[in-house]
């Protein structure tokens, strides 16, 4: 009782800490001349692939899968995205091309690692590695344009005007898709399967489910959900793909499933806390203003993302509990 | 007295060797579809690589830094570990290596050890915050050192910028004065002198993981941490002395390429003659089995297709990036520990 009582202490001391943060940066940005609309804006644009990469990784770390290749998704699904679009005549095709090639990427994951029992820390660590490689190799390869591509503009999934500011249809998306993975983990049966498939895969096999199958799905989902965040980078935001889009985005959103606990609800608040700095960098590194002032800060300004999360991270960590059967292949006796 | 005996690994040579073999083919698929010839792309990717004698001294140019950085994580995994930080670490190297290489003189012999050790310390301590993070506050180390890696990415591009930066030429730091340098090997490629530090460095951790006392302490906190409890080994100052070991590691690596890389001796200011060369240093340590004798040889591997790669996009326009990918398809080829058995199932049939 008592450590959970301190553990919620920690947890609050942490949102408090991030609320501070927030509070700061809001006057920072006052200062360089931004408007606090237009970082709430860039913040939600920042939040939404970390959400979805974040959401879809709570629900196969739930079952037991530990994908740790998200880095590596988003950067191939950015790439596909792009190439979807532009094969389609259109942006929205273009998201969903992404987010097959998640699911894709997530199923073969999932494959991998029920039947090739694989140790799933480094498969997923190959996918970022691989990505690494290949990203550039497929910018060569199809636009012949070394680590950069812009598409044409009319592909670009543009937000829509809401009376709450410029919210793009992806970042609803993605808070529905919190609330539906929350509802899915812990209320439906389904979710209980998956639940018991981390904690006791034995357990779920006697009873008559399969776990592999429930493994490979929930794999699949997860790619899915990072694919579809991927995509959403170059085709929503950046408006052009760069082979360094990611940015440490996968590991960010990886930080957001770990402060979460797994829980879908607090990985969408952890995706906002931190796509809110990032978003802060972000206007800020854009701002004349300060590279009047200070040049050298535009650097420092960069590691704002990086640093809030090891911050944040490091207060609200406390000791989390993990499914027992995490990152553990499971066969049959 | 411990005897030292030369065991021949055959298990994880042949666990590589598929592993390596599944990465290559896989790799020989993509350039298929995109309506490349694989057969001539190897061909002149392993001629480039291999072919002469100033060319198999280039590879091992560029398997040098990667013998470092696959230690770093090598010995991360030996004591329970996945320290990806060897990238950010490797930068402060560099940045040691500059700094003291280029903007300080100091006499002959001594300049070039100073740079050095300066450059190992920068990366020692560069690792230090993951490691407190990882050992108070039980932070993993696998987010912790991605933030560190990026946060150092900027830090290191500001001083090469405004501090190191060579007068009338913005995009890179102040080469490295020639007391700093070490010796070229040979005229018609870039080894130099630096690679016996490296090799030094590689068997020492070798001797010292399983030679000493802390060495087996170390593999034990690693392999089995309630035996090592129970033998009163000191979890965190293993995991302490790992990342500080696995800094130094990484530290060299990025020193190795300022004072001990012609032709530039110098870093630049995208930090493009450095980067990535933590992360392929992951790659090697698996191909190696994270054995700093075994990843002696893989990055002589890798070494030679980041050469060849370059003969290979020459030649036949294969991008050379596909080397990184073939190297990521290995890594998680080797994840896979059934595929042997599978495969020698099938071949017994």
Same mark, same amino acid.
């Given at each position: 009782?008592?450590?959970?009582?301190r553990?919620r202490?920690?947890?609050i001391?942490g949102?408090?800490?991030?609320?501070?943060?927030?509070?700061?940066?809001? +006057?920072?940005?006052?200062?360089? &001349?931004?408007?606090?609309?237009?970082?709430?804006?860039?913040?939600?644009l920042?939040?939404?692939?970390?959400?979805?990469?974040?959401v879809?990784?709570?629900?196969?770390?739930?079952?037991? #899968?530990?994908?740790i290749?998200?880095?590596?998704?988003l950067?191939?699904?950015?790439v596909?995205?792009?190439r &979807?679009?532009?094969?389609?005549?259109d942006?929205?095709?273009?998201?969903?091309?992404g987010?097959?090639?998640?699911?894709?990427i997530?199923?073969?994951?999932?494959?991998v690692?029920? +039947?090739?029992?694989?140790?799933?820390?480094?498969?997923?660590?190959?996918?970022?590695l691989?990505?690494?490689?290949?990203?550039?190799?497929?910018l060569?390869?199809?636009?012949?344009f070394?680590?950069?591509?812009?598409?044409?503009?009319?592909?670009?999934v543009?937000?829509?005007?809401?009376?709450f500011?410029?919210?793009?249809?992806?970042t609803?998306?993605?808070?529905?898709?919190?609330?539906l993975?929350?509802?899915?983990?812990?209320k439906?049966l389904?979710g209980?399967?998956?639940?018991?498939?981390?904690?006791?895969?034995?357990?779920?096999d006697v009873?008559g489910?399969?776990v592999?199958?429930?493994?490979i799905?929930?794999?699949?989902?997860?790619g899915?959900?990072?694919g579809?965040?991927?995509?959403?980078?170059?085709?929503?935001?950046?408006g052009?793909?760069v082979?360094?889009?990611?940015?440490?985005r996968?590991f960010?959103?990886?930080?957001?499933?770990?402060f979460?606990?797994?829980?879908?609800l607090?990985?969408l608040?952890a995706?906002?806390?931190?796509?809110?700095?990032?978003?802060?960098?972000?206007? #800020?590194?854009?701002t004349?203003?300060?590279?009047?002032?200070m040049?050298?800060?535009?650097?420092?300004?960069?590691?704002i993302? +990086?640093?809030?999360?090891?911050t944040v991270?490091?207060?609200?960590?406390?000791r989390r509990?993990?499914?027992?059967?995490s990152?553990?292949? +499971?066969?049959?006796? | 007295m411990?005897?030292?005996?030369?065991?021949?690994?055959?298990?994880?040579?042949v666990?590589?060797?598929?592993?390596?073999?599944?990465?290559?083919?896989?790799?020989?698929?993509?350039?298929?579809?995109?309506?490349?010839?694989?057969?001539?792309?190897?061909?002149?990717?392993?001629?480039?690589?291999?072919?002469?004698?100033?060319?198999?001294?280039?590879?091992?140019?560029?398997?040098t830094?990667?013998?470092?950085t696959?230690?770093?994580?090598a010995?991360?995994?030996?004591?329970?570990l996945?320290n990806?930080?060897?990238e950010?670490?490797?930068?402060?190297?560099?940045?040691?290596?500059?700094?003291?290489?280029? $903007?300080?003189t100091?006499p002959a012999?001594?300049?070039v050890a100073a740079?050095?050790?300066?450059?190992?310390?920068?990366?020692?301590?560069?690792?230090?915050p993951?490691?407190?993070?990882?050992?108070?506050?039980?932070?993993?180390?696998v987010?912790?050192?991605?933030m560190?890696?990026?946060?150092?990415?900027?830090?290191?591009?500001?001083?090469a910028?405004?501090?190191?930066?060579?007068?009338?030429?913005?995009?890179?730091?102040?080469?490295?004065?020639?007391s700093?340098?070490?010796?070229?090997?040979?005229?018609?490629?870039?080894?130099? $002198?630096?690679?016996f530090?490296?090799l030094a460095?590689c068997?020492?951790?070798?001797?010292?993981?399983?030679?000493?006392?802390?060495?087996y302490?170390?593999?034990?906190?690693g392999?089995?941490p309630?035996?090592?409890?129970?033998?009163?080994?000191?979890?965190?100052?293993?995991?302490?002395?790992?990342?500080?070991?696995?800094?130094?590691?990484?530290?060299?690596a990025?020193?190795s390429?300022?004072i001990?890389?012609?032709?530039?001796w110098s870093?630049?200011?995208t930090?493009g003659?450095?980067?990535?060369?933590?992360?392929?240093?992951?790659?090697?340590?698996?191909?190696?089995?994270?054995h700093?004798i075994?990843?002696?040889?893989?990055?002589?591997?890798?070494?030679?297709?980041?050469?060849?790669g370059?003969?290979?996009?020459?030649?036949v326009?294969?991008?050379?990036?596909?080397?990184?990918a073939?190297?990521?398809?290995?890594?998680?080829?080797?994840?896979?520990?059934?595929?042997?058995?599978?495969?020698?199932r099938?071949?017994?049939?």
């Amino acid at each position: 009782m008592k450590t959970l009582m301190r553990l919620r202490g920690k947890r609050i001391v942490g949102f408090l800490l991030a609320l501070v943060i927030i509070i700061i940066l809001g +006057y920072g940005v006052e200062w360089a &001349g931004l408007g606090v609309a237009g970082l709430v804006e860039t913040g939600l644009l920042a939040m939404t692939p970390l959400a979805l990469a974040a959401v879809g990784e709570c629900i196969n770390q739930k079952s037991g #899968v530990v994908n740790i290749g998200l880095e590596g998704i988003l950067l191939i699904t950015a790439v596909t995205g792009v190439r &979807g679009a532009e094969l389609f005549g259109d942006g929205y095709l273009g998201l969903l091309t992404g987010l097959l090639m998640g699911a894709v990427i997530g199923f073969l994951f999932g494959i991998v690692s029920v +039947y090739g029992r694989a140790d799933q820390v480094v498969a997923g660590m190959g996918i970022n590695l691989f990505a690494l490689g290949f990203v550039p190799y497929l910018l060569m390869a199809i636009w012949a344009f070394p680590g950069i591509h812009i598409f044409p503009p009319e592909l670009k999934v543009h937000p829509m005007y809401t009376p709450f500011g410029q919210l793009n249809a992806v970042t609803i998306l993605a808070i529905i898709v919190s609330v539906l993975a929350h509802v899915l983990l812990h209320k439906t049966l389904l979710g209980l399967r998956i639940k018991a498939a981390g904690e006791k895969p034995e357990a779920v096999d006697v009873a008559g489910v399969r776990v592999d199958r429930i493994r490979i799905l929930t794999s699949t989902l997860g790619g899915a959900l990072c694919g579809l965040g991927g995509a959403f980078l170059s085709l929503a935001w950046f408006g052009g793909m760069v082979k360094e889009i990611s940015a440490g985005r996968g590991f960010i959103a990886l930080a957001c499933v770990v402060f979460a606990g797994l829980e879908p609800l607090l990985a969408l608040a952890a995706a906002f806390i931190f796509g809110f700095a990032e978003g802060f960098a972000f206007s #800020v590194a854009v701002t004349p203003e300060i590279k009047r002032v200070m040049p050298g800060a535009f650097y420092f300004v960069n590691m704002i993302p +990086y640093v809030t999360t090891l911050t944040v991270v490091t207060i609200a960590i406390g000791r989390r509990r993990f499914p027992s059967a995490s990152g553990k292949p +499971y066969t049959r006796e | 007295m411990r005897r030292f005996e030369i065991p021949v690994p055959v298990r994880p040579l042949v666990q590589s060797s598929v592993a390596v073999s599944i990465g290559l083919l896989v790799g020989a698929l993509f350039m298929i579809i995109f309506g490349y010839d694989p057969i001539r792309a190897y061909y002149s990717l392993f001629m480039g690589a291999f072919g002469s004698i100033p060319d198999f001294v280039e590879t091992i140019a560029f398997a040098t830094p990667l013998m470092l950085t696959a230690i770093t994580f090598a010995i991360g995994v030996k004591t329970g570990l996945f320290n990806i930080g060897a990238e950010g670490q490797m930068y402060l190297g560099a940045i040691g290596a500059v700094a003291v290489g280029g $903007a300080i003189t100091l006499p002959a012999g001594l300049h070039v050890a100073a740079a050095t050790v300066f450059a190992m310390l920068l990366g020692a301590i560069w690792s230090l915050p993951a490691a407190f993070l990882k050992i108070r506050m039980g932070v993993h180390e696998v987010v912790s050192t991605i933030m560190f890696n990026w946060i150092a990415f900027h830090f290191a591009i500001y001083l090469a910028i405004y501090y190191l930066a060579e007068p009338g030429r913005a995009e890179r730091t102040l080469p490295a004065l020639p007391s700093a340098q070490y010796p070229r090997l040979m005229e018609e490629a870039t080894l130099t $002198a630096v690679i016996f530090v490296v090799l030094a460095f590689c068997i020492g951790v070798y001797v010292l993981l399983w030679g000493t006392r802390v060495g087996y302490e170390l593999r034990l906190a690693g392999t089995n941490p309630d035996a090592a409890r129970y033998a009163g080994v000191s979890s965190w100052r293993m995991m302490l002395l790992s990342f500080v070991i696995g800094g130094f590691a990484a530290g060299l690596a990025g020193a190795s390429q300022i004072i001990g890389r012609p032709p530039a001796w110098s870093l630049y200011a995208t930090l493009g003659n450095v980067i990535t060369l933590g992360f392929d240093g992951i790659g090697v340590a698996l191909i190696g089995r994270n054995h700093p004798i075994g990843g002696i040889f893989a990055a002589v591997f890798y070494g030679g297709l980041a050469h060849g790669g370059r003969y290979m996009e020459y030649d036949v326009g294969v991008s050379s990036e596909l080397v990184r990918a073939i190297n990521g398809l290995i890594v998680i080829a080797l994840a896979l520990p059934e595929i042997i058995a599978i495969i020698r199932r099938r071949l017994k049939r």
